[in-house]
């Protein structure tokens, strides 16, 4: 069966089985593995962080445990369960209309709420670990619920427990998030307050609303949209590299974009890396860097895993040639 993927890749899993509950998923695991117990199973939601090399030799297994619960709340804020297997983008939305913030800054990221835990998604100065309270999942190989802390998924840039050391190993359940009853806009983005005034607007006077607008107009001016062109967002981490590097380079491009990072590094932006090596809108057969965010590799249709992944290492290799900085992909590789 065709394994769906954002990226627009063909390929084809033994198997695609679909989860609307905890019972079944945990009767169909029990069922898989007793018919044989090292089958591969691999999580899929949406695909809009994988990259298919090759057909998958195992089950694909899909969440469409949708809905979502409160679990508690105060004057100041609620804990609302999600299905993981929502469409972020539509939760977030119908949270604006409830009256809860904190994830206005993800609007229109593509891809469902339990790809978010496990990718921490972020964008324009929020992270999903900043919202969520914790994470339920069940065992692929003993089918047994358990439940993380926020503090235990071992979040970090585009990084979690999930993608690391448990990868394969749990199935995502539900996650809940910790929202503000009261609306106060995360504004510290670069350009943001900026786009807010270039929309007409105020940011004393910014509505959830409008800022989750002034989000989804800057996201579809610089990126393709995956219904169109196949793509997974930014292809690449942003490089986090040692304080004493950063500065050499600044000595000698004095505008390259930077930002702090954790102490003694700093935040480097891998598409102005990209464009500056001259890759921006560039091709390698048919899957090509985007003309409007060179941080993005596009499928211009018809490419396979390969040649996504021939363009990836052509633009490492000569922004490590330029810089001396190696890229990290941030989609994971199938
Ligand atoms: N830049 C260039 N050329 C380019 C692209 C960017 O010079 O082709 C420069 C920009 O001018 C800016 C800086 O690089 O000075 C940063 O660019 P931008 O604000 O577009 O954000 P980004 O660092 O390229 C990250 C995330 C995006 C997220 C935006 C906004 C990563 C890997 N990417 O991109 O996330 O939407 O910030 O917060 O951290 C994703 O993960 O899929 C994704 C789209």
Redesign the pocket.
């Known amino acids: 069966m065709r394994i769906e993927n954002t990226f627009g890749i063909e390929a084809e899993a033994s198997a695609v089985i679909y989860y609307d509950s905890e019972k079944g998923l945990i009767k169909t695991i029990q069922r898989l593995r007793a018919y044989d117990d090292s089958i591969p199973l691999l999580l899929v939601g949406e695909g809009s962080?994988l990259l298919f090399l090759s057909d998958y030799k195992g089950f694909i297994l899909k969440s469409n445990i949708k809905g979502f619960t409160i679990k508690q709340e105060t004057a100041d804020d609620v804990l609302v369960e999600v299905g993981s297997g929502e469409i972020c983008d539509e939760f977030i939305e119908q949270a604006i209309q409830h009256g809860w913030y904190g994830m206005e800054n993800l609007s229109l990221?593509p891809g469902q709420v339990g790809a978010a835990a496990v990718q921490n998604?972020?964008?324009?100065?929020v992270e999903a670990q900043d919202v969520i309270e914790e994470v339920k999942g069940i065992g692929l190989n003993d089918a047994e619920e358990r439940i993380w802390k926020q503090k235990d998924c071992g979040y970090g840039?585009?990084q979690s427990i999930f993608k690391g050391e448990l990868w394969g190993k749990y199935a995502i359940t539900r996650v809940t998030f910790r929202l503000k009853k009261h609306f106060e806009p995360k504004l510290q983005?670069?350009?943001l307050v900026k786009a807010i005034e270039q929309a007409g607007l105020s940011k004393d006077t910014l509505t959830a609303e409008q800022l989750r607008q002034v989000i989804i107009d800057i996201?579809r001016a610089?990126?393709p949209d995956p219904k169109e062109q196949g793509n997974?967002?930014?292809f690449?981490?942003?490089p986090v590299v040692p304080k004493e590097q950063a500065e050499r380079l600044l000595s000698e491009y004095p505008t390259m974009?930077h930002y702090p990072a954790e102490e003694g590094k700093i935040k480097l932006?891998?598409?102005?890396l990209?464009?500056q090596a001259g890759w921006?809108g560039k091709s390698l057969g048919p899957a090509a860097v985007h003309d409007?965010?060179?941080?993005?590799l596009v499928n211009k249709g018809g490419a396979t895993g390969h040649d996504i992944q021939r363009l990836c290492e052509a633009v490492k290799k000569d922004v490590k040639e330029r810089f001396g900085i190696e890229l990290e992909p941030?989609v994971n590789f199938i």
């Open positions: 962080n990221i998604i972020g964008a324009y100065g840039y585009r983005y670069g350009g996201r610089k990126l997974a967002g930014s690449f981490k942003n974009p932006a891998a598409g102005w990209i464009e921006k409007r965010q060179a941080l993005v941030e």
